[in-house]
């Protein structure tokens, strides 16, 4: 585990690590307990999320390390300036996301603000950690997750279950010492995601010719209009974009004619005004018509799950 995903650890000097992810999870369990432990670092925990918590420890324990979610840094980015803003700028030395995209303008505000770069990564529990990641020090690839750390092998395949091209999205396959022996009591779903020995992640991606990695969405997720495939991602990327947008979700809803529709749920900005006509003339301008949503709707909130992913699942 730990040789895996030493990547996010810096050995220059003792540091303190601040997580607010549950202990139960393997972001908590690996980037927490495990690397801080490991490294003899000391171990901030924090409850629940909020944003005036997070900044106001990081300044008064001097935490160096944070990792969570790509909404959880833009809560901190909408939480606005606050009173330990410099010393927290002071104090931050490595910032890491990952389980989510992290959009390009929430990267350049955060590093505007605090001084330091957010470094993204793929990683899933079937792999105990990460897979991909960007090294301190690396130029940063944004819309990607990095390339696959040392002792990590990944390959990406076409529908026919063959190696795809460069630029050519298809479904990560992972081999690594990290890679678990299998689900618990479980060897019929231990054997569905294992294919002579490539763990098939059910994620799709691409990779460009340098060995970047752009996450497109899960397979499973893919929405089928008629005979076009659209993934989520796709349009929650270019919608989360807009200046006035906070979050966006995409999903899959029934249509008489085509199978499935498009449904989109847009939350805009503390204090920003939105309309319909706005995010259509938006999608208009950034995505071709065949990827257009059937229907968009404005909410104040969307569903999120204790890791502060969007709780798919609740979305209507």
Not at 59 to 81: F, I, N, V, W
Not at 208 to 228: C, F, K, N, Q
Request: proline share 7%; net charge neutral; aromatic share 6%.
């Amino acid at each position: 585990m730990i040789r895996v995903n030493e990547q996010i650890s810096l050995r220059t000097d003792t540091h303190t690590r601040l997580t607010v992810s549950p202990l139960y999870h393997i972001t908590g369990q690996v980037f927490s307990i495990g690397l801080a432990a490991a490294c003899g670092e000391t171990l901030v925990l924090i409850e629940k999320f909020n944003p005036e918590e997070v900044l106001r420890t990081i300044a008064q324990e001097r935490c160096s390390h944070l990792l969570c979610m790509p909404t959880y840094y833009k809560e901190l980015l909408d939480y606005g300036p606050s009173t330990w803003d410099g010393q927290v700028r002071q104090s931050l030395r490595f910032c890491a996301t990952g389980g989510g995209p992290l959009m390009r303008a929430w990267g350049e505000e955060f590093q505007d603000r605090f001084s330091v770069p957010i470094l993204t990564g793929y990683g899933l529990t079937e792999a105990t950690g990460i897979v991909t990641w960007h090294n301190v020090g690396d130029t940063l690839h944004p819309g990607t997750v990095g390339r696959p750390v040392p002792h990590v092998k990944i390959c990406i395949v076409n529908n026919q279950g063959r190696p795809a091209l460069i630029g050519q999205p298809g479904e990560i396959l992972i081999k690594s010492p990290g890679n678990m022996r299998g689900y618990h009591k479980l060897p019929q779903a231990t054997g569905d995601v294992y294919r002579d020995g490539w763990l098939c992640t059910g994620d799709i991606g691409f990779q460009d010719d340098e060995g970047y990695v752009t996450l497109i969405g899960r397979s499973s997720g893919r929405i089928i209009r008629a005979e076009e495939h659209i993934f989520p991602a796709e349009i929650e990327g270019v919608l989360c974009e807009h200046p006035r947008v906070a979050q966006a979700a995409a999903f899959a809803i029934a249509h008489p004619r085509f199978g499935q529709d498009v449904k989109t749920l847009v939350v805009p900005k503390p204090g920003c005004h939105l309309t319909q006509e706005d995010l259509s003339l938006w999608i208009d301008h950034h995505l071709p018509k065949s990827k257009h949503p059937g229907i968009m709707e404005i909410c104040h909130s969307l569903p999120m799950t204790s890791t502060g992913k969007v709780a798919r699942n609740l979305l209507h």
